[in-house]
Every structure is written in C-alpha cells, then in structure tokens.
C-alpha cells in the first residue's frame, strides 16, 4: 500500500492506535517502532542484529521506522539517527 492512504496509519499519528494492515509499508513500519527490537536498538545506540532481522522481515526500512515512529501518537520518543 505504498503511496495509499491507510486509516489505520492516519489514526496512528493522533491516538493510539493498535491495528496495522500487512499490506501498508507504514503500518509494518509502525509495528516495528512499537518492538522490543527496535526499542533494543534505540537503547544501544546501534543496529542490533534482532533488529536488523525485524527490518528484513516486515520489508522496511530503518528510515521508514524512524519517520513511523516520529509520527506514531504512543509517543515513543526520539529515534535512532
């Protein structure tokens, strides 16, 4: 669903909101920001392997999970650089 608006992405940045479609690059992105993995990464300051495991299989990029997790209404706080 790239490109394509997604409710699900929409109501994400303004409450929080726990449903995510498999076909949405933002929502797979959203469900990554939102991992232990990813929360891991952001505690070391580096790419962790589990990490770097979740990017491979959601089919995302870390770009796209630090602008998800920038917009995501949880408040999840400052992202990786």
Same mark, same amino acid.
């Given at each position: 669903?790239?490109? =394509?608006?997604? #409710? =699900?992405?929409?109501? %994400? ?11 949405? &690059? ?12 990813? =929360? ?15 990017? %491979?299989?959601?089919?995302?990029? #870390? &770009?796209?999970?630090? %602008?998800?997790?920038?917009? =995501? ?9």
């Amino acid at each position: 669903m790239k490109g =394509d608006y997604c #409710h =699900d992405c929409a109501r %994400a940045k303004t409450e929080p909101w726990m449903l995510f479609q498999s076909s949405c &690059d933002g929502c797979r992105a959203r469900m990554v920001a939102r991992s232990p993995a990813f =929360d891991e990464s952001r505690r070391s300051g580096k790419l962790t392997p589990a990490y770097r495991s979740l990017l %491979a299989v959601a089919l995302v990029s #870390h &770009d796209e999970v630090k %602008a998800a997790a920038a917009e =995501d209404a949880t408040g999840k706080g400052p992202c990786l650089a």
